[in-house]
């Protein structure tokens, strides 16, 4: 659905500074359809710059960007007829009525005119905003505006939806909303390609993602192959139902067991193995005597992985 091959972006910096700020730094990214795709990055990485690449809105300093086939430098209307794009901060037409704004966009997009009143209908009850249908947009809350943006973005059917930090400014409920909705679009068939500083949102809905910061791709992939290439670690946590197995002395011993610590009534401890090693890790640790009751495991969370990322622990 998206393809980027050796994509740059520089700009130039303002008189007296030399040189030239990269934004994006030899992009090379393969999205197929069918994904939600994550891109993960401090302020300043890069991410709005890409976003608005691959929907023609900036041109490349050099390297090539598809959508659906489609060259996005040369043939731009034909791309973005690919393409919904909900920018970070969007417009509204507060004087409007939903259907109103709605409509304006249909014919914006030059749909047929004899299609666009079932159209219209169609997209506002897909986005949950039949009760608002007639209300002006001035009424809506932040949440509904943002659900009002997604149907101005998806009116023409494209394949593919862009979203530039949706949830940002939502409240809980909200944000929960919104991933519901995007599951759905999902579902529906729709390629999803969204930037988040919500991590575990992120996390929840998306099926690979891109680790970018100043303007490089650190790490790219389906979350669970990132994860692994970036070293990710397996702790474990064991609790004992009595106390008189020195357990954390035990662990400290064994090869392969590594950061034992006991706290709150439990060890914890990192272990490489795989579940089979682990197994009879517990199996032998039961045998020495002992009480064993519960074992955890707590693997690093996207936001804990990208913390490690951007302090260069992992390369």
Known sequence: ??????????????????GQLVAADRLTLDIPDGEV???VGPNGAGKSTTLKMICGLLLPTAGHITVNGVDVET???????????LADFFSVYDELKVWEYVDYFARAYKLPPDKIPARVREVIAQMGLETKYDSNVATLSRGMKQRLGIARAIIHDPPLLVLDEPASGLDPKARLELKDLLRAMHRAGKTIFITSHVLPDLEEICTSLAILEKGKLLRHGKIADVMRS????????????????????????HP?????????GATEFIFPGTDADLA???????????AIYSVEEKTDSLEELFARLSTGEVM
């Open 37 to 39: 795709f994550g891109l």
């Open 230 to 253: 970036a070293g990710q670690t397996r702790r474990v946590r064991i609790r004992l139902a009595s106390p008189e197995f020195a357990l954390e002395s035990w662990l400290s011993a």
């Open 256 to 264: 392969g067991v590594s950061e034992v610590l006991h706290s709150a």
């Open 280 to 290: 009879a890790l517990i199996r032998e640790a039961v045998l020495a005597g002992a």
């Open 1 to 18: 659905m998206i393809e980027l091959k050796n994509v740059t972006k520089e700009y130039d910096l303002p008189p007296g500074q030399p």
């Open 75 to 85: 043939q731009p209307e034909a791309a973005q007829q690919h393409i919904g794009y």
